[in-house]
C-alpha cells in the first residue's frame, strides 16, 4: 500500500474572476489545499475564503507571501501587477505560478526570471491551456510526425465584452487591450507548435476610445517557412478554434481551443482519427497538478511552460506591440 502524499498547500494572491476559477480547478486535486487567499481589503478576502472554505484570509499581499503555512501561490492580479506580486512572493521564498500574460513587458520578466533563479524557487507562466489533454494529445501527434512538416499555425479568440473604460480589458493602466488579454493564447499556442522565435513579425489593429487595442491580428513567419496567424478581438464573438496544417494532414483543436475537450487529426489519405478527451474539473486543474508534480521533484520550472519560452513570448508580444504602436503608461 502507498504512503499518503502530504497536499501541498497553495495560496492565491488576488479575489478576481480568475482567482476564482483557479480555486475551483484546486478543487479537483485531491492532493492540493487552498491554504490562504490575499487581497487589498479584509473584506474581498474574507469573502472568498467563506465561498472556498480557505483557512487563511489576509488582507494584504504581503501577509499572503509571508504567510508560513503556504507552499506556493497563484498571482492572479491584473497583467500590470504580475511582476511586483510575483517577486514579492518570490522574496517571501515562495514558489510562483503567475497568470498569463506572465507579465506587461519582456523586461519585467526578466526581472521575474531573475529573482527566481537566484532564490533557486519554482516560477511558471499559468498557460493553462498547455497542460489540458486535448492540448498535450495534439503535441503527441505532432512529435509523432502524424502531419508530417508543419507549414502553418492558425487560431483566434474574442467576446464581445461590455465597454467599460475602467475595466481590465479596456483601461491601459491596468495593461488593457485585445492583445495581452486575449491574444497571448493564440500566439502561445503558435509558440508551442512553431517555437517563439519567428524570423518576422507583422501585425494590424484597431484601436478604441481609450486607445487600447479591441482588435488585433498578428502574422508570423519561421526560418522553416512556416506561417502563424493569430487573430484576437474584444469586438465580436469568434469561433475561438486552432488548426495546424502539416504537409500530410492537418489538425483541429476543437473550440474553445484553450479549453478543449477534442482533437481530430485528417490524414492525408482521408483517414479521420478523433480524440474525445473531457476534462476532469473545470481545466484548471491540470497546471495545478504540473506545478505539484515538479514542486515533489524538486524541479525549478516546466518542460511544458519553461521560462525561456515565457521571457520569448512576451519578447515577441512586445514586437507586436511595437508594430501596432501600442505603449502603456510609464513604460
Not at 474574507?46 to 494584504?60: K, L, M, R, T
Not at 491584473?78 to 518570490?90: A, F, V, W
Request: glycine residues 10%.
Amino acid at each position: 500500500m502507498s504512503e499518503p502524499i502530504d497536499p501541498i498547500r497553495w495560496g492565491i494572491l488576488g479575489t478576481g474572476n480568475i482567482a476564482h476559477s483557479f480555486a475551483k480547478g484546486l478543487a479537483a486535486l485531491p492532493d492540493a489545499q487552498l491554504q490562504a487567499v490575499g487581497s487589498r481589503q479584509q473584506v474581498t478576502a474574507d469573502a472568498f475564503g467563506a465561498e472556498f472554505s480557505v483557512p487563511n484570509c489576509h488582507s494584504s499581499y504581503e501577509a499572503l507571501a509571508d504567510d508560513g503555512d503556504v507552499d506556493v501561490i497563484y498571482v492572479a492580479t491584473p497583467h500590470t501587477s504580475h511582476s511586483e506580486n510575483t517577486i514579492r512572493c518570490l522574496e517571501a521564498g515562495k514558489p510562483v505560478l503567475c497568470e498569463k500574460p506572465f507579465a506587461l513587458n519582456a523586461g519585467q520578466a526578466e526581472r521575474m526570471i531573475g529573482a527566481a533563479s537566484s532564490r533557486g524557487l519554482f516560477l511558471m507562466e499559468a498557460m493553462w491551456t498547455r497542460f489540458v489533454p486535448a492540448v498535450a494529445k495534439t503535441r503527441e501527434w505532432i512529435a509523432s510526425g502524424a502531419i508530417g512538416p508543419v507549414k502553418a499555425v492558425l487560431a483566434d479568440m474574442g467576446f464581445r465584452a461590455r465597454f467599460d473604460p475602467a475595466s481590465r480589458l479596456f483601461n491601459p493602466d491596468l495593461g488593457g487591450g485585445a492583445l495581452l488579454d486575449l491574444g497571448v493564447y493564440p500566439v502561445s499556442f503558435a509558440s508551442m507548435i512553431l517555437g517563439a522565435h519567428p524570423v518576422e513579425v507583422s501585425a494590424l489593429a484597431q484601436f478604441g476610445n481609450t486607445g487600447v487595442d479591441e482588435d488585433c491580428a498578428v502574422m508570423l513567419k519561421y526560418e522553416s517557412g512556416a506561417l502563424a496567424t493569430a487573430h484576437c478581438t474584444v469586438g465580436a464573438r469568434t469561433p475561438t478554434e486552432a488548426r495546424i496544417i502539416g504537409e500530410e494532414g492537418w489538425i483541429e483543436v476543437h473550440p474553445p481551443f484553450y479549453a478543449a475537450t477534442t482533437a481530430t487529426l485528417h490524414r492525408s489519405g482521408g483517414d479521420v482519427e478523433e480524440a474525445p478527451l473531457p476534462l476532469t474539473g473545470n481545466g484548471y486543474n491540470y497546471q495545478a497538478a504540473a506545478v505539484m508534480e515538479c514542486l515533489r521533484a524538486g524541479e525549478l520550472q516546466s518542460s511544458i511552460m519553461p521560462l525561456d519560452e515565457s521571457l520569448a513570448i512576451m519578447q515577441l508580444l512586445d514586437r507586436i506591440r511595437a508594430d501596432i504602436g501600442l505603449v502603456y503608461p510609464g513604460e
